[in-house]
Every structure is written in C-alpha cells, then in structure tokens.
C-alpha cells in the first residue's frame, strides 16, 4: 500500500503532524499513530521519552481522533472504511521519508491502543524490512487472524506490550500476534504486565528508546 493507491477515505487530507529532526537532516523516522479519542500531538509529546538527535518523528492525524468505529476484534469489514484509510494514512507517512531518502529499514512504527493495531495491521499487511514495530497494548485487526500471513519481514525488531489484564486487548490476540509475526521472520520481544491496565510503563519506553538508538547504528 502507497501513496499511489487510489484510497480515498476518512483520515486522507488529515494533519501529518511532525517534530523531532526535520526530514533532511534526519537519517532515521518514527511513524506514530495515536489511540481513540486521542491525538497525532499526544503521540509526538509520548515520543519525547524514546527519541534521539537524527531521528524525524511523523504522526498522522484520525478523523474524528478514531481510526476506525469498532473493537478490533470486530470483523474487519465492520471498521471499514477507517481501516483501510488509516492504513493510507501510514503509508503516505512512509512515502514522505521515503522521498526525503530514508529507507524503510530506518522507519519504524510505533502506535499505542487503536494505533498499535493499526501499525501491527500495516506491518503485516505490507512486508519488508523495517527499522521496527512497537505496539504498545494492540495486536493484529480481526475477529480472527488469517492462517497465514504471506511475506517476509526479514527480523525486523518487533515489541509488543501489553497488560495482562487490559480492558481492550485480551492477552490471547497478544500472543496469536506475536506467533503471526514470527511466521512472517520478525524478531519479536513480547512483554506481558501483570496487573497494569490500559497504559504504556517505563520499562517499555526504556525497550523502544534503545530500538530507536539502533536504527541509528551503521
């Protein structure tokens, strides 16, 4: 999925909010993808405690602060066409580093709640290398996961956490997201914490603050 794919649909012509180092300098891009009811900015001031000087940050903006209605354990065409057009939304980020010269092996995802399965759903649905993944509580959009997932993520870093217990994420999509990812030759960390709720803790931003540091390495 790019730009060049005739998607038209509720996040198109959205805000791509931006910070960090401008993409001309940069040598590395974070693409995030905020929650529901939440903001592309919200995204950006989470991103202060896991950036690093040379990495450009990009944050698509939601219609409406959703990216699609329904649970994402939904069938998949019941969050149509959100679904479909916040996946654009990513891509059209991607395009914009890509023509500033920053190759996909130095972007990585990062999306938190409604926007970590929607950046989990793009990796899957679009397979190459990246610089990373991390879904912050989400997991692969579905009432239930394909059999398989055709393509190669050739290790690309993927961290996923999660609460055990979260309201919105059963651990078990965790888990079956994970195993998809695995098929697909990622190199997954999963992080499960007992008790915590629907939220992002320090020892996760501590993990994505050194995946962000490699994307800076030679």
């Not at 300098?25 to 202060?48: E, F, K, Y």
């Amino acid at each position: 999925m790019s730009a060049g794919d005739d998607v038209d649909g509720p996040h198109q012509g959205q805000p791509l909010v931006t910070a960090g180092t401008p993409l001309e300098d940069a040598s590395a891009a974070i693409v995030l993808t905020h929650g529901r009811g939440a903001t592309a900015q919200g995204m950006l001031d989470l991103a202060n405690e896991i950036h690093h000087d040379g990495v450009a940050l990009l944050a698509p903006q939601a219609a409406g602060k959703t990216w699609y209605p329904n649970s994402f354990l939904a069938p998949v065409e019941a969050n149509e066409p959100g679904r479909t057009s916040g996946l654009q939304a990513i891509a059209d980020a991607i395009d914009e580093v890509s023509d500033a010269g920053i190759s996909t092996d130095r972007v990585m995802l990062v999306g938190f709640s409604q926007g970590a399965c929607l950046a989990s759903e793009f990796l899957a649905r679009n397979p190459r290398r990246y610089g990373g993944l991390a879904a912050l509580s989400g997991g692969l959009i579905g009432e239930d996961l394909d059999d398989e997932y055709p393509g190669n993520l050739e290790d690309t870093p993927v961290f996923l956490g999660c609460s055990d217990v979260d309201p919105h994420i059963p651990e078990e999509r965790v888990h079956e997201t994970a195993d998809a990812f695995e098929s697909m030759h990622a190199d997954v960390s999963k992080r499960l914490y007992e008790g915590m709720g629907h939220g992002v803790n320090e020892d996760e931003l501590e993990f994505v603050s050194g995946m962000v540091a490699a994307l800076l390495e030679d």
